[in-house]
C-alpha cells in the first residue's frame, strides 16, 4: 500500500532534508601536516619551501588562512617539528591538490631544491598527516586575530583521545550540545577550529586550537575557564564522566610566513 504526506508535511520533510544536508556540507575539512626534522638546515629547507613554493601554491588554488607553526621554546622539549594546518572546503579538493601542485610550474621551479633533494641532503626525516572535519558548533575555521609580536603569541593545539568510540562521541557532545565550544568563545579563546579526526593515528581523538597573546593570558584564561560555572556544571554530568583517556597539548607559535 503507498502511503501520501500531506502536501505541507512533504514540504517540512524536504525543507528539513535539505537544511540537514546543507549544513553538513558546510562543514570544512582540515589537514594537519607535522614535518619531522633533525638540525638547522632541514629546518631551513622545509621554511624555504613552504614560504616560496607550497604556501603560494595553494593560493593559486584558491585554499587561504593557512597556519604554519613551530613548538615554543621549552628545555623540556625538542623543537623538531613544524606544522601546517590547511583548511579544505570538499574533500575533493583535499583528493586533488598533489595533481595539481604536480603541474604548477612555478611551485616545481621555486621549490625545486625541496623537491628534488637527494637522499643523503633530505629536508626531513618525516611527514606525518591528519585529517579532521569540523565540529556542528564551528563549521568554519576562524582565523586567530591575536596580535602582538609572533614570539609571544601562543597557539595551544590540544587533541583528546577516547577510551572507546562511543565514549569519544559523548566527549564531543560536551563541546557541541554540551555547551563548552560556546564557553569558550564567551571567555576568548580565539578558538581557530574544533574537529573531529576522520583519518589519524590517535583516533578516536578530536583536535582543536585555540590562540592568546602570550603565555599570561593563555594561563589567566585557562584559570577562568576551571572555576566557570559552566564549566562546573557540565563537568559533572555522569555521561561526559571518564570520556578523555588521553590528552596532548601543543603549546606553539605562528611562523613569520604563517597566515595567522
Known amino acids: 500500500m503507498k502511503h501520501k504526506f500531506p502536501l505541507p ?12 544536508s546543507s549544513l553538513a556540507q558546510e562543514k570544512e575539512y582540515y589537514e594537519l601536516k607535522t614535518y619531522t ?14 614560504r616560496n613554493a607550497y604556501l603560494p601554491a595553494l593560493k593559486r588554488v584558491g585554499i587561504e588562512n593557512i597556519g604554519v607553526f613551530k613548538l615554543r621554546p621549552d628545555k623540556f622539549k625538542v623543537s623538531d617539528k613544524i606544522y601546517v594546518l590547511i583548511p579544505f ?3 575533493a579538493t583535499f583528493e586533488n591538490l598533489e595533481e595539481m601542485l604536480a603541474v604548477d610550474k612555478t611551485h616545481l621551479s621555486t621549490g625545486a631544491d625541496y623537491i628534488h633533494a637527494t637522499h643523503d641532503k633530505k629536508p626531513y626525516e618525516r611527514i ?5 572535519r569540523a565540529f556542528p ?3 568554519k575555521m576562524k582565523p586567530s586575530e591575536v596580535e602582538g609580536t609572533r614570539a609571544d603569541r601562543v597557539y595551544e593545539l590540544r587533541s583528546y583521545e577516547g577510551p572507546t568510540e562511543a565514549m569519544y562521541r559523548r566527549k564531543v557532545d560536551m563541546f557541541n550540545e554540551g555547551g563548552e565550544v560556546e564557553l569558550f568563545e564567551n571567555l576568548g579563546f580565539n578558538a ?13 581523538n578530536l583536535m582543536y586550537m585555540t590562540t592568546f597573546t602570550n603565555m599570561e593570558k593563555r594561563d589567566a584564561l585557562w584559570k577562568d575557564f576551571g572555576t566557570s560555572d559552566k564549566w562546573k556544571e557540565i563537568s559533572v554530568i555522569d555521561k561526559y564522566q571518564n570520556t578523555v583517556s588521553h590528552a596532548d ?4 607559535y605562528p611562523t613569520e610566513y604563517s597566515d595567522y
Not at 581557530?192 to 578516536?204: H, L, Q, R, T
Open 128 to 132: 606525518s598527516s591528519v585529517l579532521l
Open 137 to 139: 558548533d564551528m563549521p
Open 89 to 91: 572546503q570538499s574533500l
Open 249 to 252: 597539548i601543543y603549546l606553539l
Open 9 to 20: 508535511l512533504l514540504l517540512l520533510l524536504l525543507t528539513a532534508i535539505t537544511s540537514f
Open 192 to 204: 581557530v577550529f574544533y574537529a573531529d579526526v576522520i583519518s589519524g593515528d590517535k583516533m578516536p
Open 37 to 50: 626534522i633533525k638540525n638547522e638546515t632541514q629546518e631551513n629547507m622545509v621554511d624555504d619551501y613552504l
